[in-house]
């Protein structure tokens, strides 16, 4: 589907957005592996989100929606059931990759596949550590989904460093570590999202660069109730369309402000944003409160490498802002951008020269100059709901609009996008 857009002149307002999508798969698979019945309120009713449902629905947790409350009864400890057919994690690395970590320690044989963009990234990053664990898991030849994984009489802790910064690889480790009884043992230099670890109260010692993590049977989880918080990475695309269109102001409620995911937040500020945080409150070991944004002046500022991976998933909105700012943007030490839902430096720098701006393109990065063109540009999301989204935002903040090909992808995050654009402009 191509969605038209066309330049918005202000906004106000108040959102409340769905749950964050990080925190919403954890719970729903932290609900079906706890013994009994737990209760999810302002879950994520993302795509994602709705493929870990369907997964765990498939080894046997029951799942059923009551107004806004999700409610899971769980199987316990090592009693998921053996799924009859392949576990579908359609587009969502968290689901393939957590699950992973799951599966390697029941007494079944499972199978795990996804779609045509799921099944080219990589799965040795999990695969590796887990066999060093003792799981038997196998990837395809070329490293890459379908995973097949076989039950192991031998699965034992490990003590291990992260070769790359990914909560994805870091949460699979603990999800099959917190089925045995010795503690394993991970080490992080650059902090990534931890809400794997606050979940489940699992200790973290911090080290002069980084902290260790111990993750063992006492940190398996119990039946719990949550609201969840909202989704911050969904958020960024209204603050920066807020903060970028004239007399403009928004309330966005209620969003997590966890510290391993407010990079945006910090640099968007440090960038000239008028950005405020109100009624915060400390639920489940996770931060939220309410973002008040204003129009504002921005400048591009230097982004430095260890804010990464706090920001990974705002990079497509960030470099949109950047664009509208003062002086060039640029973005280095990111090639994990390269093998999210698309090449996301490929996607974000071939929309960027449609829009007529000077683009380098590196390895692990670009950089953006130039004055964006006034004519209607035609973008293309390559399937990507991060880069429809961002690139949505441009066509809004662009004099002559723009559209948006494959637009459907915001599905995958958030299906409500443009009704929330629509409740306040
Ligand atoms: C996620 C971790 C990040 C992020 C992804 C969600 C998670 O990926 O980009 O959207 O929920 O753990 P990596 O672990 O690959 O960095």
Same mark, same amino acid.
Do not use: W
């Given at each position: 589907?191509?969605?038209?857009?066309?330049?918005?002149n202000?906004?106000?307002?108040?959102?409340?957005?769905?749950?964050?999508k990080?925190i919403?798969h954890?719970?729903?698979?932290?609900?079906?592996?706890?013994?009994?019945?737990?209760?999810?309120?302002?879950?994520?009713?993302?795509?994602d989100?709705?493929?870990?449902m369907?997964c765990?629905?498939?080894?046997?947790a029951?799942?059923?929606?009551?107004d806004?409350?999700?409610?899971?009864?769980?199987?316990?400890f090592?009693n998921?059931?053996?799924?009859?057919?392949n576990?579908?994690?359609g587009?969502?690395?968290?689901?393939a990759?957590?699950?992973?970590?799951?599966?390697?320690?029941?007494?079944f044989s499972?199978?795990?596949?996804?779609?045509?963009?799921?099944?080219?990234?990589?799965?040795?990053?999990?695969?590796?550590?887990?066999?060093s664990m003792?799981?038997?898991?196998?990837?395809s030849?070329?490293?890459?989904?379908?995973?097949?994984?076989?039950?192991?009489?031998?699965?034992?802790?490990?003590?291990?460093?992260?070769?790359?910064?990914?909560?994805?690889?870091? @949460?699979?480790? &603990?999800?099959?570590?917190?089925? !045995?009884? /010795? +503690?394993?043992?991970? *080490?992080?230099?650059?902090?990534? $999202?931890?809400?794997t670890?606050?979940?489940?109260?699992?200790?973290?010692?911090?080290?002069?660069?980084?902290?260790?993590?111990?993750a063992?049977?006492?940190?398996?989880p119990?039946?719990?109730?949550?609201t969840?918080?909202?989704?911050?990475?969904?958020?960024?695309?209204?603050?920066?369309?807020?903060?970028?269109?004239?007399? @403009?102001?928004? &309330?966005?409620?209620?969003?997590? !402000?966890? /510290? +391993?995911?407010?990079? *945006?937040?910090e640099?968007l500020? $440090?960038?000239?944003?008028?950005?405020?945080i109100?009624?915060?409150?400390?639920?489940?070991?996770?931060?939220?409160?309410?973002?008040?944004?204003?129009?504002?002046?921005?400048?591009n500022?230097?982004?430095?490498?260890?804010?990464?991976?706090?920001?990974?998933?705002?990079?497509?909105?960030?470099?949109?802002?950047?664009?509208?700012?003062?002086?060039?943007?640029?973005?280095?030490?990111?090639? /994990?951008?390269?093998?999210?839902?698309?090449?996301?430096?490929?996607?974000?720098?071939?929309?960027?020269?449609?829009?007529?701006?000077?683009?380098?393109?590196?390895?692990?990065?670009?950089?953006?100059?130039?004055i964006?063109?006034?004519?209607?540009?035609?973008y293309?999301?390559?399937?990507?709901?991060?880069?429809?989204?961002?690139?949505?935002?441009?066509?809004?903040?662009?004099?002559?609009?723009?559209?948006?090909?494959?637009?459907e992808?915001?599905?995958?995050?958030?299906?409500?996008?443009?009704?929330?654009?629509?409740?306040i402009?």
């Amino acid at each position: 589907m191509i969605k038209e857009f066309i330049k918005i002149n202000s906004l106000k307002g108040k959102l409340l957005l769905p749950g964050d999508k990080s925190i919403s798969h954890r719970a729903v698979m932290f609900a079906a592996m706890a013994n009994g019945k737990s209760n999810i309120s302002n879950c994520s009713n993302s795509e994602d989100v709705n493929s870990t449902m369907n997964c765990f629905k498939q080894l046997g947790a029951e799942i059923s929606f009551n107004d806004k409350t999700i409610e899971i009864i769980g199987l316990g400890f090592k009693n998921l059931v053996k799924s009859n057919s392949n576990l579908d994690a359609g587009n969502s690395g968290t689901t393939a990759r957590l699950i992973s970590g799951i599966l390697s320690a029941q007494n079944f044989s499972s199978n795990i596949n996804g779609d045509e963009s799921l099944s080219a990234r990589p799965m040795m990053r999990i695969v590796k550590p887990l066999q060093s664990m003792g799981a038997k898991i196998k990837a395809s030849e070329s490293g890459t989904l379908p995973i097949t994984i076989n039950p192991s009489d031998y699965l034992h802790a490990i003590d291990y460093e992260m070769e790359i910064s990914s909560a994805q690889v870091k @949460s699979a480790i &603990i999800l099959a570590a917190i089925h !045995l009884s /010795e +503690t394993t043992s991970i *080490i992080e230099r650059n902090p990534t $999202r931890n809400h794997t670890e606050n979940m489940l109260g699992v200790k973290t010692e911090k080290l002069l660069d980084g902290k260790k993590i111990f993750a063992s049977k006492e940190n398996y989880p119990n039946p719990f109730e949550m609201t969840i918080p909202s989704d911050i990475s969904s958020a960024s695309f209204f603050i920066v369309l807020t903060l970028l269109s004239k007399n @403009s102001e928004l &309330i966005i409620q209620s969003v997590s !402000l966890n /510290e +391993t995911r407010t990079g *945006i937040l910090e640099i968007l500020k $440090r960038m000239g944003a008028n950005i405020e945080i109100d009624n915060i409150i400390l639920e489940n070991g996770e931060m939220r409160g309410d973002i008040i944004v204003k129009s504002s002046k921005l400048k591009n500022v230097d982004v430095p490498s260890s804010i990464i991976p706090n920001i990974i998933d705002e990079i497509p909105i960030l470099s949109v802002a950047g664009v509208f700012a003062e002086g060039n943007f640029r973005i280095s030490k990111a090639k /994990e951008l390269r093998v999210k839902e698309s090449d996301r430096i490929k996607s974000i720098c071939n929309n960027f020269k449609l829009a007529g701006l000077n683009i380098v393109e590196f390895e692990d990065g670009f950089e953006i100059s130039g004055i964006p063109t006034n004519a209607k540009v035609a973008y293309e999301s390559y399937g990507d709901h991060r880069i429809a989204m961002a690139f949505a935002v441009m066509a809004m903040l662009s004099e002559f609009g723009g559209s948006v090909n494959q637009f459907e992808a915001v599905n995958v995050s958030n299906p409500d996008f443009l009704n929330q654009i629509k409740a306040i402009v």
